[in-house]
């Protein structure tokens, strides 16, 4: 990496400086002096500005090193280019157009192509490496999850929300977690089933979840009962409840709320539970332990998850991420630009809401796959 040299920093602005003036008698003016602070005495407080370059070693194992396939996504080669970033996929049926860009901005990618995001990012992995770590969970006592173990537990979560909740491919559902595991596992759980899926920041209010749960049509949430945060347990749950008022003024009704507990068997919320309405996840799964849900192919067009703008500035909108673009994506970028190989860990400091890329989807397959993720414990 080079750094910018004091050349190309030459069209900045100089700064001013305001000094004060010597001690002056009684009967003298106070003049204030200006003086114009140049680059070349900004300079001599930058640090070093040489070139760091990589071992050889380190270079040659990169996952990008072949200088073709970097000519192969240049301007002219646009959007061709992207079916190295799509091939990297299972896809059930292939697609007959790279890119559709009739009616901007709704672009449509690998139109035609059928997949699951759920079967690329678990079920794919397992002949191979089903007892390699697929998640860490740094929490008090840290957790791992290996791929056979997440294929268990996210076949059993869709099928408890195929089943209990009644959702099918094509619904929408409101999570409203902190970072554990059950999130991500919810998360692919609903994109085996082809259920469209919107997190809320877990740090965000309970109004802030119904209005966003409204906006989608969510009729099913999903909580957790509490959470640790730098050292303090916060009540996670009673968010529900203000979350369905909420939304019940936007005109939206919530028929089930289902609650992970932090630990199994233990209930750590003061708030309440409300009978034929709340349900604790963990007691429910008992009815669909060892249960197996087949994958449902959903159109390379068809909508993953929805994210919401923070609603800082005016009301929430959602944004809608669509299935085949956004996997590829997310495959080729965490192969090619990260260069995340078998073995490594990587760990995302992000919240789920833009870490959910790399921490939970970029994990492609054939030569190139994230064997372990670590998220930072709440």
């Avoid at 040299?5 to 305001?18: E, L, M």
């Avoid at 173990?149 to 409203?176: C, P, Q, S, W």
């Avoid at 920041?201 to 749960?213: D, T, V, Y």
């Avoid at 833009?354 to 994230?370: E, H």
Wanted: proline share 5%; aromatic share 10%; net charge positive.
């Amino acid at each position: 990496m080079k750094k910018s040299s004091v050349a190309k920093k030459s069209n900045a602005k100089p700064q001013v400086v305001r000094t004060a003036p010597a001690p002056i008698a009684a009967n003298q003016k106070t003049v204030v002096v200006e003086q114009k602070t140049n680059e070349a005495q900004i300079a001599v407080h930058w640090k070093e500005e040489d070139s760091l370059r990589p071992p050889a070693s380190f270079i040659a194992q990169a996952n990008l090193v072949d200088s073709a396939f970097i000519e192969s996504f240049r301007e002219e080669k646009f959007p061709e280019c992207f079916r190295h970033y799509a091939d990297l996929l299972d896809w059930d049926s292939y697609w007959h157009t790279t890119l559709d860009a009739e009616q901007p901005p709704f672009w449509k990618w690998f139109v035609g192509g059928k997949l699951n995001v759920c079967y690329n990012c678990v079920d794919r992995h397992l002949a191979k490496h089903k007892n390699k770590a697929a998640f860490i969970f740094v929490r008090e006592a840290p957790q791992v999850i290996t791929y056979r173990e997440l294929y268990v537990r996210v076949n059993e979560t869709a099928a408890m929300l195929r089943e209990f909740a009644g959702l099918k491919a094509g619904d929408r559902v409101t999570i409203h977690m902190p970072m554990i595991p059950e999130l991500p596992i919810t998360m692919l759980a609903c994109a085996r089933l082809g259920v469209v899926h919107s997190v809320v920041f877990g740090g965000f209010s309970g109004e802030a979840c119904g209005l966003r749960a409204a906006d989608s049509g969510s009729r099913v949430l999903i909580y957790a009962d509490g959470y640790w945060r730098n050292g303090k347990w916060i009540d996670h749950k009673g968010n529900a409840d203000i979350a369905i008022e909420t939304a019940k003024k936007e005109g939206q009704e919530i028929d089930k709320v289902l609650v992970w507990r932090r630990y199994a068997g233990k209930t750590s919320s003061e708030a309440p539970m409300v009978m034929g309405r709340d349900y604790f996840v963990d007691e429910v799964l008992k009815d669909y332990a060892g249960k197996i849900i087949e994958p449902v192919s959903q159109d390379a067009e068809a909508p993953l998850f929805l994210m919401y703008t923070s609603g800082t500035t005016g009301k929430p909108k959602g944004c809608q991420h669509r299935t085949g673009g956004y996997l590829a994506y997310a495959a080729g970028t965490s192969k090619y630009y990260q260069d995340i190989h078998p073995g490594d860990v990587y760990w995302c400091m992000a919240d789920i809401l833009p870490g959910r890329q790399f921490a939970c989807c970029a994990r492609p397959g054939r030569t190139s796959r994230p064997s372990t993720t670590t998220n930072s414990s709440t």
